[in-house]
C-alpha cells in the first residue's frame, strides 16, 4: 500500500475489521469475567439479568447448588450427530430467611458443554 489517502483508509479499514475479532480464548475470558461479576450477588439478580431460571437445586454444606442447563447443541461429523448442552452449577451461601431467590447469595460458578449459546 502507498502513502496516499486511499492507502491509508484501507489500512485503518483493516484495522477496525481485526480490532472486531477475537480469539475463542478472549471470549471464553469474557464470559468467565460476566459470570465472576455475580459473585456476591444474588440469585435473584443473576435471574433478573440473565433471563436465566435453575431447571433444579440441590443442597451442599453451607448453601445450595442450582443447576442451570442450556439448550441442546448438536455438531454433526462424518455423519455421525452428537448432542450436548452446557450445564452451568452456581454455588450459593444463604444470606438471611430462606424461601425466595434473594435470599441466595452465589459464591462460585462452574459450567461445562457448550456454553457459548447461554446469554451471559
Given at each position: 500500500m502507498?502513502?496516499?489517502?486511499?492507502?491509508?483508509?484501507?489500512?485503518v479499514g483493516v484495522l477496525l475489521a481485526l480490532a472486531g475479532c477475537q480469539t475463542a480464548e478472549q471470549?471464553?475470558?469474557?464470559?468467565?469475567?460476566?459470570?465472576r461479576a455475580f459473585k456476591g450477588r444474588t440469585m435473584a439478580d443473576?435471574?433478573?439479568?440473565?433471563?436465566?431460571?435453575?431447571s433444579t437445586f440441590y443442597p451442599i454444606t453451607g448453601g445450595?447448588?442450582?443447576?442451570?442447563?442450556?439448550?441442546?447443541?448438536?455438531?454433526?461429523?462424518g455423519g455421525y450427530s452428537s448432542a450436548s448442552a452446557?450445564?452451568?452449577?452456581?454455588?450459593?451461601?444463604?444470606n438471611g430467611p430462606l424461601?425466595?431467590?434473594d435470599a441466595w447469595t452465589i459464591v462460585g460458578t462452574t459450567r461445562t458443554g457448550p456454553c457459548h449459546t447461554m446469554p451471559i
Open positions: 502507498d502513502g496516499t489517502w486511499g492507502g491509508r483508509i484501507v489500512r471470549v471464553e475470558e469474557d464470559r468467565s469475567d460476566r459470570l443473576f435471574t433478573g439479568e440473565t433471563g436465566l431460571t435453575p445450595r447448588v442450582y443447576v442451570v442447563d442450556g439448550p441442546p447443541v448438536v455438531t454433526n461429523y452446557c450445564r452451568l452449577l452456581i454455588q450459593t451461601e444463604p424461601g425466595t431467590a
